[in-house]
């Protein structure tokens, strides 16, 4: 008689990280759409190029919706980054907790810290409690997608291993 072997299927070892870059992009891609939506209706005074292009740039495409959507590509490419440090120092922290306090963090970063460096962006005091509000909860979202993708995909990549 012949023995029929099988061959145990090897897993792939799957890293974690290009979870954690699209996690980055499209959570900046989403929430910064949305932001520039809320910017279209009037909900906020602040859209994306008001951080990215404005600043460097006075030209009147920059002003416009081509504006707009350079500004979400360039914070794509930066939160990659953001989701990177999330994966480095806070993937091991289950919940949306770490996620809502990214986006606050975040928040009094750019409102707050780095006021100085986008002079076309009235100081905090000065804005409408609508921005506030459409700002920071937009910012905690992002937080929370960014936080919540990345702890999900390494508890699920733990639970696997085992």
Known sequence: MR???YKKTQQKKVSLIPKAISAGFFGALIWATIAAVAGYFHFTEVTPKSFILRPWLQTAWSDGWLGEIVSIFVLCCLSIGLALLYYLFLRKIPGMLPGILTGIVLWFM????????FPNIAPFWELSSD?????????????????????FSYEQHKDEKK
């Open 3 to 5: 023995r029929i072997r």
């Open 131 to 151: 921005t506030v509000v459409t700002t920071i909860c937009i910012f905690i979202l992002y937080g929370v997608f960014i936080g919540y993708s990345i702890s």
């Open 110 to 117: 750019f409102f707050w810290l780095l006021s100085p460096i």
